[in-house]
């Protein structure tokens, strides 16, 4: 039996509350696409964090992974309150600079633990600094991503949210390499940090000048800034079951990502060089390419069939990349950052197709903040669980955390398609 279409089972769509053409959404592109690459490639900086801390021999695996855990657990928690207050208060882009700030201020307290603390304190700091970190990566993805939905049409939503999405795949193929460069002009890894964690704050305090919210114009027959916004209910099965498979998804991958840093250097010998900041690069990269063609795939196909494909290709790359050194190793690796990487405009575009307006920041909070975040809380420490204390299991670690993202696919069916494709649905 087919699935229903979200868009009968929701009425008609909601009117806009915003601009949707001309300089009104290119600002709201580039204005995002912006804080998109910063925050993306300052996070980029807590599994690094990790393995300058791990292989100064002075925290333990364990503590590695509660640092982890935190940063991760911390930015779901607070991405959902973030959400929350964004849908009722409006000030959006104001949001993501206080964000991006954070984790500038995330970044100087790691600095201060790699250079200047030891034993007890540096791991107490490392972990106060996760949390900081944490509060500010919370920001980003559901704002950012309610800005778009607003701005654009749903013919045309995945596409933008996948151009936006390439910018923060960009920041983080760019700052492995860039953080190697600037180590290497300052001579320090410590001061490096300090030097991205003022790149972080300089960016905070520009985005913080740019007041661009679709909500917020005045337009000819629409409600003016100061109207309320009167919500629909935004909770269904579908976003149930999108926040169970973002989550999965992220327990898998965000699992594999995070300890990468570690596994490349403990065993596969790239130590803590440039060759490991390019092979950072080259995984990250992946996520320039993949998002735009996802999110081309999501507005011409059935998004639940691209979602899918997404997260089977991203499992079957890391399992045969455990299994494959060389040029080979290499290329699997590209290939799943092509796949993983894509989450972004898939996610965020089916969120925006299920609900109403008013509640879409609270929404994307819930399906990545809940179930993305959410994932990469608990996927790192899942992964230390699983190496059991050694990083000589960290392969057969990722062979599992693959095999259940295969497996959650099966609930995307379950899912009601949109409409918004053109083509015949291929979950029927």
């Known amino acids: 039996m087919s699935a229903p279409d979200a868009n009968s089972a929701m009425g008609p769509a909601p009117t806009s509350s915003g601009p949707r053409r001309g300089s009104g959404r290119i600002a709201v592109l580039a204005t995002t696409s912006l804080a998109h690459f910063i925050n993306d490639g300052t996070v980029f900086f807590i599994p690094v964090m990790a393995d300058l801390l791990a292989s100064r021999g002075s925290l333990s695996a364990a503590l590695i992974t509660a640092m982890l855990t935190i940063f991760y657990l911390t930015s779901s928690g607070a991405g959902i309150l973030v959400g929350r207050l964004a849908d009722k208060g409006g000030g ?58 607003d701005a654009f049409d749903p013919s045309n939503r995945a596409r933008a949210l996948g151009a936006n999405g390439a910018m923060g795949s960009l920041g983080r193929a760019l700052y492995p390499t860039l953080f190697f460069v600037v180590t290497g002009l300052v001579a320090s890894q410590a001061s490096a940090v300090v030097v991205f964690g003022v790149v972080a704050a300089g960016a905070a305090a520009l985005l913080w000048t740019v007041r661009v919210d679709p909500r917020q114009p005045r337009v000819e027959g629409a409600a003016t800034a100061t109207d309320p916004v009167t919500p629909g209910p935004w909770l269904d099965r579908n976003i149930v079951i999108l926040t169970v498979v973002s989550f999965v998804r992220s327990v898998a991958f965000t699992g594999m990502v995070a300890w990468l840093p570690v596994y490349f250097t403990h065993e596969r010998g790239l130590g803590l060089s440039s060759e490991l900041g390019l092979v950072i690069t080259l995984l990250y990269a992946g996520g320039v390419l993949g998002q735009p063609l996802f999110g081309l795939f999501a507005d011409k196909l059935d998004k639940r069939m691209v979602l899918a494909v997404s997260t089977l290709g991203a499992a079957g790359a890391a399992i045969a990349y455990v299994h ?24 965020m575009s089916l969120v925006a197709d299920y609900v109403p307006k008013g509640t879409s920041s609270t929404a994307n909070a819930f399906v990545w903040g809940l179930g993305s975040t959410g994932g990469q809380a608990i996927g790192p420490l899942l992964v230390g669980l699983l190496a059991l204390s050694s990083y000589s299991h960290l392969a057969s670690s990722f062979e599992i955390l693959a095999l259940a993202a295969i497996a959650v696919t099966a609930l995307l069916p379950l899912m009601a398609r949109t409409g918004r494709h053109t083509r015949p649905p291929l979950f029927g």
């Open 92 to 149: 959006r882009g104001a949001k993501i600079a206080i964000g991006i700030l954070s984790l500038g201020v995330g970044m100087f307290l790691f600095a201060v633990a790699i250079a200047w603390t030891h034993g007890a304190a540096r791991g107490t700091l490392s972990i106060v600094a996760a949390l900081v970190a944490g509060v500010g990566s919370s920001f980003y993805h559901p704002l950012g991503a309610s800005l778009i939905s």
């Open 324 to 347: 494959n050194g060389g040029a080979l190793g290499l290329a699997l690796l590209g290939i799943f950052g092509v796949f993983n990487f894509s989450g972004f405009p898939l996610l």
